[in-house]
């Protein structure tokens, strides 16, 4: 499947899917991701495939960076060469893609190698990836934040507008208090005293109070200069949203969005990028912010109170950063099949009926194919039994 960007509609280019696709999406086009198609004409990448031990299982369905790391037998495909391209990007991006394209994996590796109290699972999970040269040559260093994590993607969005927007204050509420449980031994006594304050109907004014009490205390530490304090190197909180607009576009009309703008639903998520916004004004409060999502719409200007993200979804660089290539396809099968024959005979299936996304407007990119599609494929492969095409 390509997809393209007029109209916003998503396009099959497989004749296996069009029928299907126009069944399945008749109306709802207007909300598939901003996505690009082209010709495939770039130079393949080197498969990234790698694994504890011998090859047993793809990791469907698994989208924590750290398991997939130490299971024995499941693969993994090293994503983590961009973690120094992000380090060196915008202080605030966005990250958009279609769903079941890998995008929480890419927020859970991010955690375990920015997040201080990992500093020393990082010889385990890292040292045989592509990071690993850039941690070596300092252009990217583990360990220097404290990461505030929201899975938007959790809130039960089946509920009426205002019970669901319960459901993404208790996230947000949950989240704060999970900051809290791992970083209070770090921050000290004060940041705990100031945190004890939260009010569980204003998850908003909570987040205020948690990033005030991380700048205070992250500054204490620095001010007293003491090296051997383990935050002294940290440059403050590293925010980390997977599928921030999840709830909105439940509610939201694409054909109409100024509807949404007199929902008490609006005005709670207005508040909260607004605290985002001003957190990262202090000095040790939010440095840094990775938004992953399937649109922009929630983030423009006059939807939110935090508009100073840059897109980063069409860009060159980000092109392969979730998704599988054709080189990582090729490297599983050849991990997989019995002989290059069958190796080839799966490929060409493969990309037949799930044929690759381009993601970029500026020139032509090297292709992915939708991560859980192709890992299903791989997966029936790896058993033996007959691969069922589904579409993401």
């Known amino acids: 499947m390509r997809i393209s960007l007029h109209g916003l509609r998503v396009i099959p280019t497989s004749p296996s899917l069009r029928a299907f696709f126009h069944k399945r999406y008749h109306g709802r086009i207007q909300q598939a991701a901003l996505v690009v198609s082209r010709t495939y004409s770039t130079a393949p990448s080197s498969s990234k495939l790698v694994v504890l031990g011998e090859l047993d299982k793809f990791p469907l369905g698994v989208s924590n960076f750290r398991k997939i790391r130490e299971f024995p037998g ?5 994503k983590t060469s961009y973690i120094p391209v992000i380090a060196r990007g915008p202080p605030v991006q966005l990250f958009c893609r279609p769903r079941r394209f890998g995008k929480s ?25 592509d990071v690993n040269r850039a941690v070596k040559d300092g252009k990217v260093m583990p360990g220097q934040y404290l990461v505030l994590n929201f899975d938007f993607s959790c809130t039960d969005r089946s509920l009426p507008i205002e ?23 770090y921050l000290g006594e004060s940041f705990a005293l100031e945190t004890s304050r939260f009010i569980d109907s204003n998850p908003v004014r909570n987040l205020r109070i948690l990033i005030a009490a991380v700048d205070r ?13 383990p935050l002294f190197g940290v440059k403050g909180i590293y925010l980390l949203v997977d599928e921030y607009n999840s709830y909105a576009n439940e509610f939201m009309d694409p054909h109409n969005p100024r509807s949404w703008f007199d929902t008490t639903a609006a005005s709670f998520l207005k508040g909260f990028w607004s605290v985002v916004k001003a957190g990262k004004k202090s000095y040790y409060g939010i440095d840094r912010v990775y938004l992953t999502g399937v649109i922009p719409l929630l983030l423009s200007n006059i939807t939110s109170g935090f508009n100073e993200q ?45 044929n690759s996304y381009h993601f970029c407007d500026e020139r032509i990119v090297e292709p992915v194919f939708n991560t859980h599609s192709a890992l ?17």
């Open 376 to 392: 299903l494929y791989l997966q029936a492969v790896k058993l033996q039994e007959r691969p069922q095409i589904e579409d993401p």
């Open 310 to 354: 840059e897109n980063l979804s069409f860009s060159p660089q980000y092109s392969t950063i979730c998704g599988l290539t054709q080189s990582d396809v090729l490297g599983a099968l050849k991990a997989i099949c019995n002989d290059e024959k069958e190796v080839q005979e799966h490929l060409e299936e493969l990309k037949f009926y799930a």
């Open 217 to 229: 205390a992250l500054g204490n530490i620095h001010d007293k200069g003491d090296k051997n304090n």
């Open 74 to 78: 499941l693969a993994y495909f090293d």
């Open 163 to 185: 019970n669901a927007m319960q459901s993404l204050a208790q996230e947000i509420n949950d989240t704060l208090l999970d900051f809290r449980l791992t970083y209070a031994d």
């Open 105 to 129: 994996l890419t927020i859970s590796m991010l955690q375990y190698f920015h997040g201080v109290e990992f500093r020393k699972k990082y010889d385990q999970l890292f040292t045989d990836l």
